[in-house]
């Protein structure tokens, strides 16, 4: 299944209020993708970057700035897609509030769910007040839907569940590929198999690996005694612990796997090199629509993902709280591929 909301909507003005790349990540990597969506639809597409810091510190200059943004551009529809951020709450019922004034259609796109549990008993009163200016919200899978019904937010029937994944333009493989280090492809090259797992930020969240770089490279030094030539990529577009980063480097250099494993840092798309490698990690604590998992699937590549969330078919599923089971459904999978490395 693929994004559908985008798709009915024609020659309109639209609004997407949300993050775009740089940084790159599930949400932003989404708008980017959906925008050339209502582009190609024939419509008018204005962006408005909510993650300016101003939003924390300065929230009434941020709102008139946002008001004056949306009374010039003269839009039919607002998309939402910053539920998650700091003073979202805030934003949120500012925006229903004015709706009306500039005539437009409020819609909220909601990508997580971690965030409806974390809110104040109060933004969640507030929330479900206002709720009802709220023309239509869309949830990014069944979890952020989920997350409403448990803290009781009133939805009532003006809802509907869709998908984030939108495939990657493929014309821009060659100029992606380009942005990476020569290294990397070497370091492909020599491993058998060639693992990768990702991250959008550093992995390290609440004092807890997040994205589990730490579990792959457990797994990757247990895999080493079968497949001596194994290879794990470590790709974190924004490394901002590097504390982590030094005990993560230290615990390679201990297990003695150094030769076998490539950290890289940066902006860059993803996709290209997940057509390049043989099994992609998602050994996640929590999650939602992972865009590079699905982007994975997407190409056809072997997948072995965490049961945090429903994970999509044909993903290899491990118990998050076994760490012996992700290291035997890996095994087994890179056992499939290369069954000719065993004799």
């Keep these: ?84 951020l700091p003073n979202s709450i805030q934003e949120i019922l500012f925006l229903s509030y004015i709706k009306k004034l500039l005539k437009f259609n409020f819609i909220l796109v909601e990508h997580n769910y971690r965030h409806m549990y974390l809110k104040k008993n109060l933004s969640k009163i507030k929330l479900n007040k206002f709720i009802k200016n709220i023309d239509h919200i869309i949830f990014m899978g069944n979890l952020p839907q989920k997350s409403y019904f448990d803290n009781k937010i009133n ?61 792959s490279i457990k797994v990757v030094s247990k895999l080493k005694k079968h497949h001596p030539n194994i290879g794990l990529i470590l790709i974190i577009t924004t490394m901002e612990n590097c504390q982590y980063l030094n005990h993560l480097l230290k615990t390679i ?26 099994i992609f990690l998602r050994p996640t604590l929590w999650d939602g629509t992972s865009i590079s998992l699905r982007e994975a699937i997407y190409f056809n590549k072997t997948v072995v993902a965490s049961n945090v969330c429903k994970r999509p078919p044909k993903t290899t599923v491990f118990d998050i709280k076994n760490e012996n089971d992700f290291f035997e459904k890996t095994k087994n999978e890179i056992n499939k591929k290369f069954v000719s490395l065993l004799k």
């Design 1 to 84: 299944m693929q994004t559908q909301y985008y798709k009915k909507i024609k020659n309109k003005r639209v609004a997407i209020f949300g993050i775009t790349p740089p940084p790159l990540g599930g949400v932003s990597v989404h708008i980017q993708r959906v925008a050339e969506k209502f582009k190609q639809n024939n419509n008018k597409v204005y962006h408005f970057k909510t993650e300016f810091r101003g939003r924390r510190y300065l929230l009434f200059l941020y709102l008139i700035y946002a008001f004056i943004f949306l009374l010039f551009k003269k839009i039919d529809i607002l998309y939402y897609h910053s539920s998650y």
């Design 155 to 215: 939805i009532e029937k003006k809802h509907t569940i869709d998908d984030a994944f939108l495939p990657p333009d493929l014309s821009e493989e060659n100029k992606i590929l380009k942005k990476y280090p020569k290294e990397l492809y070497e370091f492909i090259h020599k491993s058998k198999p060639s693992l990768l797992v990702n991250a959008s930020k550093s992995p390290l969240t609440e004092g807890k690996d997040l994205y589990g770089f730490d579990k």
């Design 253 to 278: 250099k201990d297990l003695n796997i150094e030769n076998n494993v490539l950290f890289l840092t940066g902006q860059k798309e993803l996709w290209p090199i997940l057509k390049k490698i043989d």
